[in-house]
């Protein structure tokens, strides 16, 4: 079993940056790849980026590709989002998710077996 909890979500104007954290506890955290995904209200939830268990592996979703940074620090148990060039499309929910198989894309929800509460973002244009 993993807890999983984000922060770092708020209010910003277009062309700002935020950084997202989501802190796990439970199970090893180095036991499992990690994924963000956001969900606008009235639309499904889509992939956002996905991270290996050591880091080495990165996958973003074109839309956030060269804008939004992914990366983990195992010791602390911890992923981050970093968002620069942030939208207006980019406001949304944000949850992190934690994936136990560690294969697979990662681009589905289904393969994810934990998830966050998650964590606001809204973007002003």
């Known amino acids: 079993q993993v807890q999983l909890v984000e922060s770092g979500g708020g209010l910003v104007q277009a062309g700002d940056s935020l950084r997202l954290s989501c802190a796990a506890s439970?199970?090893?955290?180095?036991?499992?790849?990690m994924g963000w995904f956001r969900q606008a209200p009235g639309k499904e939830r889509e992939f956002v980026a996905r991270?290996?268990?050591?880091?080495?592996?990165?996958r973003y979703a074109s839309s956030v590709k060269g804008r939004f940074t992914i990366s983990r620090d195992n010791a602390k148990n911890t992923v981050h989002l970093q968002m620069n060039s942030l939208k207006f499309e980019d406001t949304a929910s944000y949850f992190c998710?934690?994936?136990?198989?560690?294969?697979?894309?990662?681009?589905?929800?289904?393969?994810?077996?934990?998830w966050g509460q998650g964590t606001q973002v809204t973007v002003s244009s």
């Open positions: 998710a934690a994936d136990s198989s560690n294969g697979g894309l990662g681009y589905n929800p289904d393969e994810y077996d934990y």
């Open positions: 439970g199970r090893r955290f180095s036991d499992y790849a």
């Open positions: 991270i290996n268990w050591s880091g080495f592996y990165t």
